[in-house]
T-cell receptor, first 109, second 120 residues
Framework: GIQVEQSPPDLILQEGANSTLRCNFS?????LQWFHQNPWGQLINLFY???GTKQNGRLSATTVATERYSLLYISSSQTTDSGVYFC???????????FGEGTQLTVNP | GAVVSQHPSWVICKSGTSVKIECRSL??????MFWYRQFPKQSLMLMAT?????????EQGVEKDKFLINHASLTLSTLTVTSAHPEDSSFYIC????????????????FGQGTRLTVV
């Protein structure tokens, strides 16, 4: 099956800093999504981005499908951005989403 | 975005009993839903794919007799953990895709709130 690698595994920031999270995948994909898992476990949809660039407020994402990676940018981070960020991809051979191991982000005041 | 509702949010049960978890798509039809399991500090692992009106497809290593899945309507899938044991304690999350009845590939996935199961 497809391999999904996220980096870094852990990231600690001061409030106001910017950061870039990376997701590499080993095969062609139909779909790529970024999620934020809050402290209660809820997965919040951030981006549905199989290719191209999207922006939503302080967050933006870019997927370069031909090079098999995606980046999530967080600007002017806030303490409420803390949590785990997951990248998930859907292989071209099927409908299942495969998750990366996540990036644990901690934003300190 | 689309709404997927999962119930209950948390449950504590005695070892040997069964627990049912419900997953509903509130504002769209979902012929296919997905059940995941997440252990502390780990990623989500797909357990099974739930298909409306037919048998679920289980991932390798997942016991189908222990984790019973029923998808009786286009908006409801249930996961029953039978004869629960402490090692079944985990966070269970369901997901549905928004492609409409019969279409799943390359559509956005939305997740329920999750159910934290503790077996004592």
């Amino acid at each position: 099956g497809i391999q999904v690698e996220q980096s870094p595994p852990d990231l600690i920031l001061q409030e106001g800093a910017n950061s870039t999270l990376r997701c590499n995948f080993s095969d062609s994909v139909n779909n790529l999504q970024w999620f934020h898992q809050n402290p209660w476990g809820q997965l919040i949809n951030l981006f549905y981005i199989p290719s191209g660039t999207k922006q939503n407020g302080r967050l933006s994402a870019t997927t370069v499908a031909t090079e098999r990676y995606s980046l999530l940018y967080i600007s002017s981070s806030q303490t409420t951005d803390s949590g785990v960020y997951f990248c998930a991809v859907e292989e071209t051979s099927g409908s299942r989403l495969t998750f990366g191991e996540g990036t644990q982000l901690t934003v300190n005041p | 975005g689309a709404v997927v509702s999962q119930h209950p949010s948390w449950v504590i049960c005695k070892s040997g009993t069964s627990v049912k978890i419900e997953c509903r798509s509130l504002d769209f039809q979902a012929t296919t839903m997905f059940w995941y399991r997440q252990f502390p500090k780990q990623s989500l692992m797909l357990m099974a794919t739930s298909n409306e009106g037919s048998k679920a497809t289980y991932e390798q290593g997942v016991e189908k007799d222990k984790f019973l899945i029923n998808h009786a309507s286009l908006t409801l899938s249930t996961l029953t953990v039978t004869s629960a044991h402490p090692e079944d304690s985990s966070f269970y999350i369901c997901s549905a895709r928004t492609g409409g009845a019969g279409w799943v590939v390359n559509t956005e996935a939305f997740f329920g709130q999750g159910t934290r199961l503790t077996v004592v």
